[in-house]
């Protein structure tokens, strides 16, 4: 027969089981995201910066398709990227596809074009492609913590 003391000491174990739980699994979520919003933050510094060094604003354009880049995945996938790995179609799920793939192409294609039409310089240029490399390392990172099952 269990006494108020076994009691009170299995619910004592159970706590601290439980919080050393969470306290290694918060340490582990939270490296992860301050990664990803340090990664982002830097993205969007050297977008600014490749319009603020040359004194033109052109390149800001491209910051338009970070936008839209996910509103297919959020639209047309539910809000999660896993179908874009999927060999799984539909109608609306290979639009989304085509939709992504569209405005990724349009980030890279964007700044090229305003080089070719001497809108931008090669250096504005160049910083914008690092920024969207960037920005495609941390959507990467970010598709891949997702799929983890300690979020």
């Known amino acids: ?5 076994n ?3 299995d619910f004592f174990s159970f706590y601290l089981i439980l ?3 969470c306290s290694w699994t918060l340490f582990l979520v939270f490296p992860v995201l301050a990664g990803l919003a340090f990664m982002f933050s830097a993205s969007i510094l050297l977008q600014i910066l490749a319009c603020a060094i040359y004194s033109n604003w052109w390149p800001m ?3 338009l398709m970070y936008v839209l880049v996910p509103m297919p995945c959020l639209f047309f996938g539910g809000g999660n990227t896993h179908f874009l790995m999927s060999r799984d179609g539909g109608g ?4 989304a596809k085509f939709l992504t793939g569209a405005s990724a192409v349009g980030s890279i294609a964007i700044p090229i074009i305003l080089r070719h039409a001497h809108m931008i310089e090669t ?6 492609l690092v920024s969207f490399f960037i920005f495609i390392c941390t959507v990467m990172c970010f598709h891949q913590a997702s799929l983890d099952d300690d979020w």
Do not use: C, H, P, R
């Open 61 to 63: 354009l491209s910051a």
């Open 19 to 21: 919080q050393n739980w």
């Open 1 to 5: 027969m269990k006494t108020f003391y």
């Open 92 to 95: 609306w799920i290979d639009a």
């Open 123 to 128: 250096g504005a240029m160049l910083i914008e």
């Open 7 to 9: 009691y009170v000491t």
